[in-house]
């Protein structure tokens, strides 16, 4: 069974510019979160679809974050404009159906730095 | 007052110790609780979950919760240097619909 799929690995931008990184889920999986991970820190929830429903965007920074989840599939995470406290590490993470008692299952991450 | 709390360590142990970590949460109506372990420079892995009162062993990891008390905590038998990692306490919030990590406890195991 294939895993959580994510790129690109690694990205350096400089503050102000724009950046995308794209999440394939593990087949089947209804749910699709994004989580963002400052070193040091646990993952923060950032948004979590059902589907290509957005069940939580509530700690998402919407002036300058968005996300979309095309087909209930995939989906893209972008950042416009960047700002230096955005260098984290982005994780993508699936589950079956988001049920309570759900593991989920994490990607590779995208590591972003902001210069 | 956080959501998920832990100590952020380092906590050292000797090889084939027991290592206890601990974590106590916020949200009284949370059911659902995880342990994740994350080695550096890689992504969080579910090596528990627990959603009864009591304790659940599984090999040489064993959870233990105490709702009454708000506190998850995951003992380690034999510990391996293999098992130095941040241990990860995750709940799943009242409704079932937000995992909510702590910031992670750092774990060393010196051989």
């Known amino acids: 069974e294939a895993g959580v799929a994510q790129s690109p690995r690694y990205k350096i931008i400089e503050k102000r510019q724009s950046v995308a990184f794209w999440c394939n889920p593990i087949s089947g999986h209804a749910t699709l979160y994004w989580y963002q991970q400052i070193l040091g820190q646990g993952p923060k929830l950032l948004i979590q679809?059902?589907?290509?429903?957005?069940?939580?965007d509530s700690q998402l920074p919407k002036d300058r974050f968005s996300a979309e989840r095309l087909k209930g599939v995939d989906s893209t995470l972008k950042i416009q404009p960047a700002k230096l406290e955005d260098s984290a590490v982005y994780l993508c993470?699936?589950?079956?159906?988001?049920?309570?008692?759900?593991?989920?299952?994490f990607g590779s991450g995208t590591q972003l730095s902001v210069l | 007052q956080k959501e998920v709390e832990q100590n952020s360590g380092p906590l050292s142990v000797p090889e084939g110790a027991i290592a206890s970590l601990n974590c106590t949460y916020s949200?009284?109506?949370?059911?659902?609780f995880f342990w994740y372990r994350q080695y550096s420079g890689k992504s969080p892995e579910l090596i528990m979950s627990i959603y009864s009162n009591g304790d659940k062993e599984d090999g040489r990891f064993t959870a233990q919760l105490n709702k009454a008390s708000q506190y998850v905590s995951l003992l380690i038998r034999d510990s391996q240097p293999s098992d130095s990692a941040t241990y990860l306490c995750?709940?799943?919030?009242?409704?079932?619909?937000?995992?909510?990590f702590g910031a992670g406890t750092r774990l060393f195991v010196k051989a």
């Open positions: 995750a709940v799943r919030n009242t409704g079932g619909f937000k995992t909510i």
């Open positions: 993470a699936s589950s079956l159906e988001g049920g309570f008692g759900e593991k989920l299952f």
């Open positions: 949200d009284r109506g949370s059911q659902s």
């Open positions: 679809f059902q589907n290509n429903g957005v069940v939580d």
